[in-house]
């Protein structure tokens, strides 16, 4: 507050110069009113030296009043003055500093305001004190509650702290960062002996950082000069740590609830991972859900797919073979070699049922074909690293048929399942069963074979009508060789025309140029073993008369 003279009387703007000369008018006092260097601001009458008041404000003489015995009066009155106008700019001087908090605690809330993390606030806490306080340097320490130390996350100016230092000085700093308390430091030697701050320091002022009387840490300010701060200094550090500690304490709890969020997630994530390996996703999403949590008992959909069965053929003589170790580890090798291409025809694997496979393939019938195709070829890879192990060959059956199909979840409240039903896959599984009797691959059925788009890209044979056991209707079946060796794959391509040939006359039921056309194919190929099954089933029919054969339908008694 700029310091008040006693020329501030005579200023016409207060009043107080009219106020004082009516008094002096009426009283007719010759008086002269000098300042404190003696310049004369008010003469009036012949004045005398009997009295001489001297005036005082705050402990000071500012001035003098000169004259008779009636210059008391005008003494007092000055005196009034002189208090009155004094306590005028006094709480003038105490609104204009509250006005200046307000709106630097206004400012100080905008700039926290942009602020989420609790090093960004403790340094733009630190910042915003430094420009208030005048200060060499600073910090603000945090206790971290995980490794029970105190922390340096913000600092100004070099830093003074020494980290290592103060969390070996705990109980030192316990008043200073535990006590809860502000205050002014002027001996910091105690801190200096430590060796806690730098020698240059002479005067610290410090306030704590708590939140509902829990202490976080401390704001520090430092200064190279004895007894730089003063009890304003101190209410304002105080209310820059009380409002940034309720920042800093939602900053910890928005980062705590993110890493709680994150860790969640990731849990779930991990869960949704390993449901998925046992119900894959997109069974889960054909009902309609993205996470199986969202699933319920009794959740269904019916969709039109292509099931695709493959079985390992004679394992049960390959099995009797290995121990049950070597048998699991065996069949664990083939499912890694085999998955992943039912994966890659957007296929997915509904069952792993011991050396048999059952997998839904939800789009078009051509990508269980392409699948089954390289199924067959990896098989052929598989085969290769066990001649080298001098281990027996093995071969796969592949069934697959389109039709409709309910997908689903069964069981109780308790403990429920993934369920497929549907007589499509009744169907493709007989179709795996029917490999075995025609020798054939890859056997699909009219109902597939309908569905694949650009059917001339693949190497079909049709194999005619066959009545699966149980069934009351004939189905038209057809072998795809393409995924057989290159050898077979020439050799069945240019017998193709006499295989056809030989079907079309079993249909029509001229067994006898049939048996001819699968004759001529087998002298062709010997290794043709689909075309043997029709060799020896029209030699059958021939020698027994119709028997067994219902209009050129093939008859399975078995599944």
């Known amino acids: 507050m700029p310091k008040l003279s006693l020329k501030n009387i005579f200023d016409n703007r207060t009043g107080s110069a009219a ?3 009516s008094l002096i008018e009426q009283l007719q006092a ?3 009113i000098e300042d404190e260097s003696g310049k004369v601001l008010l003469s009036f009458g012949s004045v005398t030296e009997k009295y001489r008041h001297p005036l005082h404000l705050g402990g000071e003489i500012i001035g003098w009043v000169t004259g008779d015995e009636k210059s008391s009066f005008i003494s007092e009155l000055l005196h009034l003055l002189l208090q009155k106008e004094s306590e005028r700019k006094k709480l003038g001087s105490e609104v204009l500093n509250l006005y200046r908090e307000v709106n630097m605690i206004f400012d100080f809330s905008e700039k926290l305001a942009q602020t989420i ?5 403790s340094q733009v806490t630190l910042d915003e004190a430094s420009r208030v306080i ?12 995980k490794t029970g130390r105190l922390q340096v996350v913000a600092s100004i100016g070099e830093l003074f702290f020494d980290e290592e230092m103060i969390n070996s000085n705990l109980n030192l700093l316990q008043s200073i960062i535990f006590s809860g308390h502000s205050e002014i430091i002027s001996d910091a030697s105690d801190l200096k002996k430590a060796g806690v701050v730098v020698p240059q320091v002479q005067s610290v002022i410090y306030s704590a950082l708590k939140v509902k009387h829990r202490i976080m840490g401390a704001i520090i300010l430092a200064s190279n000069e004895p007894e730089q701060y003063k009890a304003a200094d101190l209410k304002l550090l105080t209310t820059l740590a009380l409002q940034s500690s309720a920042a800093i304490e939602s900053a910890f709890l928005y980062e705590k609830n993110i890493r709680e969020e994150k860790e969640k997630q990731e849990a779930l ?4 991972e390993a449901t998925n390996k046992f119900v894959p996703h997109e069974f889960i999403k054909s009902l309609g859900h993205d996470v199986i949590t969202d699933v319920k008992l009794g959740d269904q959909v019916e969709k039109i797919v292509t099931v695709l069965f493959s079985d390992i053929r004679e394992y049960t003589t390959l099995s009797e073979k290995m121990t049950p170790e070597e048998n699991f580890s065996f069949v664990c090798s083939f499912n890694e ?6 994966r890659k025809h957007n296929g997915f694997i509904n069952q792993y049922l011991g050396d048999a496979i059952m997998a839904i393939f939800p789009g078009n019938a051509t990508d269980a074909l392409m699948a089954a195709i390289e199924m067959q070829q990896e098989v052929q890879l598989f085969n290769s690293t066990r001649h080298l192990l001098k281990e027996p060959s093995i071969q796969i059956g592949i069934g697959m048929h389109t039709g409709p199909l309910i997908m689903g979840i069964t069981g109780d409240k308790n403990r429920m399942d993934a369920c497929t039903i549907s007589d499509t896959v009744n169907t493709a599984s007989r179709l795996e069963s029917l490999t075995k009797h025609y020798k054939a691959g890859i056997l699909l059925s009219e109902a597939s074979l309908r569905q694949i ?5 693949f190497l079909i044979r049709n194999l005619g009508l066959v009545q699966l056991k149980g069934k009351q ?3 038209n079946i057809h072998e795809c060789f393409s995924g057989n060796s290159k050898q077979e794959l020439q050799k069945k391509s240019e017998s193709l025309s006499d295989f056809n040939a030989g079907v079309t006359y079993y249909l029509n039921k001229s067994f006898g140029q049939a048996n001819h056309a699968f004759q001529k194919v087998v002298d062709f190929n010997p290794e043709d073993r689909t075309a043997k099954f029709f060799l020896n089933l029209t030699r059958q029919i021939i020698e027994n008369g119709m028997a067994g054969a219902k209009a050129g339908v093939v008859e399975m008694r078995e599944k």
């Open 337 to 342: 070699q085999i998955g992943p291409v039912i």
């Open 30 to 32: 010759p008086v002269r």
């Open 453 to 457: 788009s650009q059917v001339e890209n």
């Open 269 to 272: 994530r991990q869960i949704y």
């Open 117 to 121: 993390d609790a090093n960004s606030i």
């Open 473 to 475: 209707e004939s189905i």
């Open 134 to 145: 005048r200060s060499n340097n600073g910090v603000i320490i945090l206790w971290n509650e």
């Open 19 to 21: 106020t004082i000369l």
